[in-house]
């Protein structure tokens, strides 16, 4: 039997946004979905693989482009200044069209609101963890090398540039404090939240994921299992078959 004719892959624009729509032929009534989001620099095609392998164990999978990657006005360049210019822009406008991305599927695609995750890697890590938060009714989170303490990160951020100035500007300074999953970290409880991220990450430091989980622990101490942190030793940053392994246990589970 061919991929084909085990899985549906199609292109579809949502609200607006160009999406990959990966759905398993055998898919049940129930329907679980995932909204997967990329990193910097990369796209929806990059990630077509991992979208394939979610789908294969029963998840509907929607990829989209973010702004300034894809087919969404991409960047002719994802050097240091563009990352200064367009990185917590492109984060915050991902979080604010997800309702319309939403909406659009359940329209569009007959997905099932009720049974819908958000995962993400990198800078597509700090996407889901702000929608997860800013949507209550969202029932899990996979969170792989990004953060869920965003002003936090802004403040590692500017500790490596050499000039200190970090990635945001003081109007995006108070967009981040606004939807930063940490300053609704008491919202989040009992929701399922995964956190994978490797031990040596040279390009967002592991630090962040630790900071909020160990911040998340008493909020989560009467459903602790709810709440996971898998580290990876001497790992950089880099998704692994044991990560994927993972958020498809943990969906498995939870959705």
């Not at 500007?169 to 970290?185: A, T």
């Amino acid at each position: 039997m061919q991929t084909k004719d085990i899985l549906r892959i199609s292109e579809v624009e949502l609200g607006g946004i160009p999406c990959l729509y990966v759905k398993p032929s055998f898919v049940s009534d129930e329907r679980p979905a995932v909204i997967y989001y990329h990193g910097w620099e990369s796209n929806k095609e990059n990630n077509l693989f991992l979208g394939k392998v979610l789908a294969f164990n029963g998840f509907e999978v929607i990829l989209p482009d973010a702004l300034h990657h894809g087919r969404r006005d991409a960047l002719k360049s994802y050097n240091t200044e563009s990352l200064k210019s367009y990185f917590w822009k492109v984060i915050l406008n991902s979080v604010t069209e997800y309702k319309a991305l939403k909406e659009a599927a359940v329209e569009k695609l007959e997905i099932n609101p009720d049974r819908l995750a958000v995962m993400g890697s990198s800078m597509g890590g700090f996407i889901a963890g702000g929608v997860f938060a800013s949507n209550p009714e969202i029932k899990c989170l996979i969170n792989m090398n990004g953060a869920c303490a965003w002003e936090k990160a802004e403040m590692k951020f500017k500790e490596i540039d050499r000039k200190r100035h970090g990635l945001a500007g003081e109007v995006q300074l108070e967009q981040i404090r606004q939807y930063d999953p940490w300053s609704k970290k008491d919202e989040l409880y009992p929701r399922p939240m995964l956190l994978l991220h490797g031990d040596s990450d040279t390009s967002i430091s592991i630090d962040i994921q630790k900071y909020f989980f160990e911040g998340l622990k008493e909020v989560y101490k009467d459903k602790p299992e709810r709440l996971e942190f898998i580290v990876t030793p001497r790992l950089n940053h880099y998704k692994t078959i044991g990560m994927v392994e993972e958020s498809v246990a943990w969906l498995d589970k939870y959705l």
